[in-house]
C-alpha cells in the first residue's frame, strides 16, 4: 500500500487492463506533478502494452507521441523527454526503417522479435544432418504406395523440406498440404527420424492427429511451458523457457495462430539439426496475441516458403473452399451460373441488411432451417460468428437470445446467474483463459490430469448449489468441475467472435 501510496502507476505494471485514467486522476490527487516524469514514463510504457492487447509489437514514434500528449494532456516536448529517459533505461527500443519512419518498442518486444529472427537463422544455417538421399526416388514410391500423383507444387515442397532445416509451406483450404505433410512423415520415418507434431490450440492439435495418425500435441504442452503470466509477457517473457524437443523433425500447424511469444519458446526448445516445417495460411486472420509472425517471416523472404495456390479437384467441389479463394483475389462468390454439377451444396450467401432481420435470419438457421436441409443439429454442427462481442449482433447479445430458444428457461432445469450471464445445464460454453491446475477426468479410459486451455469448448452437465460448482463436459471428453468463483474463465459459446474461431475447427 505505501508503494501503490508513493507511486500509483506502479500497477501499470504489475496489472493487466487497468483503468489509467483512474490511476491517474488517484496520482493527481495525492500530489503528483502533471509533468513529472514518473506519470509521463508510465503513459508511454501504458500506450506501448495497450497496443499488445491489439495484437501490435511496436508503434510508429510519432504516432505514439500524439497518443501521449492527448492521454496525459501534456507538450510534445515533455513526452520526448519521457522516451529519451526510458531509453536510457532500456526499458524502450526505437528501431529506424528504411523507409525514414521510426519504431518503438518495449524493450521485451523487441528482443524477442530479434530473438525469433536470429535463432531462425541459425536453425537454417545448421548442417542439413537429416537429408534423405534420392529424395525422388522416394517421392516416386509414395505415389505408387498410395495410388496418388502429387502435383508439381507438392513435390516441391517435399524437396524443399529435404533442402533446408526450416521450411515455411503456406495455402489457402483444399491447396494440398496435408497430402504434403503425410508423405513427408511416411518419407522421414522410413529414414527412422523420430517426428513430433504440434499446433496452437488444442482442436487444432486433434485434427493432426486424425489426419496423420500420429498423436500431435498442443505448443503449451510439447514445450512444457508451465503456467506463463499471460498479463506478463511484456515484461517477463525473456524468464520463461521452453523444454527442449526431442525430435528429428518438428511440424507445426496452423501456424498464423501463434504470437511472437509462443514462437521465441518454440524456436529456443528446437535442437540444432532438427528439421522444422511450419504449415499455416498467411491469409487467415493473425494471432490473438502480440506479432503477426507467420506473414512477417514469408514477408522477409529469409526463409524458404513453398506458396501452394491450386485447389484440387476433391477440393474444388466445395463453394466454401473455391469462395475463400476468389475472396482472397477480389473477386465475387459463386454464381448460380457457375456452379457445377458436382459441387456442394456447403455455402450460402443471404444478403440482407436489417440487423433485427439479421438475427431473425440467424435465429431461423439455428432453429430448424438448417436441420431440415441438413439434419445439422445446433448443439453438434452448428456454430455462430461474429466480428465483435458489441452490438445487437455481436457475442453477448447472440448468445442471449440463442440461448433463449435453444436452452430455454424451465422450472426443472439448473441455472446460476453470475454477473450478466445465466449458465444453464445444457448450454454450450468456452473457455476464455488458461488454467494449468483445474482438475479433470475422461471416464472412458480412467484418464485424469490437470489443465483447460484458452478456446477449449464444453457442455454444462450440472450445477450443484451445495458444492457451489458446475460440472463441463469438453469435447475431448475431459469433465472438470468449476467453483461458482471460476466462472470468470468461462463463455457462453452459441456465438463466437471470428477471432476466437481460429481456435475452434468449425
Not at 117 to 145: F, Q
Not at 218 to 243: A, F, M, P, V, W
Not at 290 to 296: A, D, F, K, N, T
Not at 370 to 384: A, C, M, R, S, T
Request: glycine letters at 8%; aromatic letters at 6%; charged letters at 30%.
Amino acid at each position: 500500500i505505501e508503494t501503490i501510496e508513493e507511486n500509483p502507476y506502479v500497477l501499470i505494471d504489475l496489472v493487466k487492463g487497468v483503468n489509467f485514467k483512474q490511476i491517474d486522476e488517484m496520482a493527481l490527487k495525492l500530489g503528483t506533478d502533471a509533468g513529472s516524469l514518473k506519470r509521463i514514463t508510465s503513459g508511454i510504457k501504458y500506450a506501448l502494452i495497450q497496443i499488445s492487447y491489439n495484437g501490435h509489437s511496436c508503434a510508429i514514434l510519432q504516432n505514439l507521441e500524439e497518443f501521449v500528449v492527448n492521454l496525459l494532456n501534456i507538450s510534445i516536448d515533455e513526452v520526448e523527454n519521457g522516451i529519451i529517459h526510458l531509453k536510457a533505461k532500456g526499458e524502450v527500443i526505437i528501431e529506424n526503417r528504411d523507409d525514414d519512419t521510426e519504431w518503438i518498442y518495449l524493450e521485451s518486444f523487441y528482443n524477442t522479435e530479434v530473438a525469433i529472427c536470429n535463432r531462425l537463422n541459425k536453425l537454417d544455417e545448421t548442417a542439413n544432418s537429416k537429408k534423405v538421399k534420392g529424395i525422388k526416388d522416394e517421392i516416386k514410391r509414395i505415389e505408387k504406395g498410395n495410388e496418388i500423383e502429387l502435383s508439381e507444387k507438392q513435390k516441391e515442397a517435399i524437396k524443399a523440406v529435404n533442402d533446408n532445416n526450416v521450411t515455411i509451406i503456406t495455402g489457402g483450404p483444399g491447396t494440398g498440404k496435408t497430402t504434403i505433410i503425410k508423405s513427408i512423415i511416411e518419407i522421414y520415418i522410413k529414414q527412422n527420424n523420430k517426428i513430433v507434431l504440434a499446433a496452437p490450440t488444442g482442436r487444432a492439435a486433434k485434427r493432426m492427429t486424425e489426419m496423420t495418425g500420429i498423436e500431435a500435441s498442443t505448443l503449451h504442452r510439447l514445450l512444457e511451458i508451465g503456467k506463463i503470466n499471460d498479463d506478463g509477457l511484456y515484461k517477463k517473457s525473456q524468464d520463461y523457457q521452453g523444454t527442449p524437443i526431442d525430435a528429428d523433425i518438428v511440424i507445426v500447424d496452423e501456424m498464423s495462430m501463434v504470437d511472437m511469444f509462443l514462437m521465441n519458446y518454440l524456436l529456443q526448445s528446437v535442437y540444432l539439426g532438427t528439421k522444422l516445417i511450419l504449415l499455416g495460411d498467411g491469409d487467415k486472420l493473425p494471432s490473438v496475441g502480440p506479432g503477426s509472425v507467420l506473414q512477417g517471416i514469408i514477408g522477409s523472404g529469409q526463409t524458404t516458403t513453398i506458396h501452394l495456390d491450386k485447389i484440387f479437384r476433391q477440393a474444388a467441389k466445395s463453394k466454401i473452399i473455391v469462395n475463400a479463394h476468389r475472396i482472397n483475389d477480389g473477386e465475387g462468390f459463386v454464381s448460380k451460373k457457375e456452379k457445377k454439377k458436382d459441387s456442394k451444396e456447403d455455402f450460402f450467401f443471404i444478403n440482407e441488411q436489417n440487423q433485427n432481420k439479421m438475427l431473425e435470419q440467424v435465429i431461423s438457421l439455428c432453429t430448424g432451417r438448417l436441420k431440415k436441409f441438413g439434419n445439422y443439429d445446433f448443439f453438434e454442427n452448428i456454430q455462430v460468428l461474429t466480428p465483435t462481442k458489441k452490438g445487437s449482433l455481436g457475442t453477448k447479445e447472440l448468445n442471449k437470445s440463442l440461448q433463449a430458444v435453444l436452452n430455454p428457461e424451465s422450472d426443472k432445469k439448473k441455472e446460476r446467474n453470475t454477473g450478466n450471464t445465466i449458465y444453464k445445464v445444457g448450454d454450450r460454453i468456452m473457455q476464455v483463459k488458461n488454467n494449468y491446475d483445474i482438475y479433470w477426468e475422461r471416464r472412458r479410459n480412467n484418464e485424469t490430469g490437470t489443465g483447460v486451455f484458452n478456446g477449449e469448448f464444453g457442455t454444462i452437465l450440472d450445477i450443484n448449489e451445495k458444492e457451489k460448482n458446475i460440472e463441463i463436459k469438453f469435447d475431448d471428453d475431459k469433465i472438470a468441475w468449476y467453483q461458482f468463483t471460476e466462472l470468470e474463465q468461462i463463455e457462453l459459446s452459441y456465438s463466437i467472435t471470428i477471432h476466437k474461431a481460429q481456435r475452434k475447427r468449425v
